[in-house]
């Protein structure tokens, strides 16, 4: 079987560098204003870091590319956040209806 055949488990180089570089790349998506790194995973093989995740919008997604990629030592980036918005909660319902009113305008009842 050849060495390279696709699936074989990829063999740590520098676990230590790899490891380096995965704190460097933490700490910058931790201290960016906009990212939240709760929600990203980071996993460093051989200089390539992989996230993984979910942002709120492409922006912080590619903002969290861009950091990952800043970071020395990194040969390559495999970005595998995907873009999922919060959630908002439902609010209260507004209306313009007045009690009391019909479709008339006229607020009295028969």
Do not use: W
């Not at 230590?16 to 910058?28: F, G, K, P, T, Y």
């Not at 980071?42 to 993984?52: A, R, S």
Request: charge should be negative; avoid cysteine; hydrophobic fraction near 30%.
């Amino acid at each position: 079987m050849p060495d390279d055949y696709p699936g074989k488990p990829q063999v740590v180089e520098d676990g230590v560098r790899d490891e380096n570089i995965a704190s460097q790349v933490r700490s910058l998506l931790q201290h960016h204003q906009m990212v939240d790194a709760s929600r990203i995973t980071i996993q460093v093989v051989n200089g390539t870091v992989f996230l993984v995740g979910t942002a709120d919008n492409r922006f912080i997604r590619e903002r969290a590319e861009t950091l990952a990629r800043e970071v020395e030592g990194v040969g390559d980036v495999v970005n595998k956040i995907s873009v999922q918005p919060p959630s908002e909660e439902p609010g209260p319902i507004l209306s313009t209806h007045e009690p009391g009113a019909n479709n008339s305008g006229s607020t009295q009842r028969s």
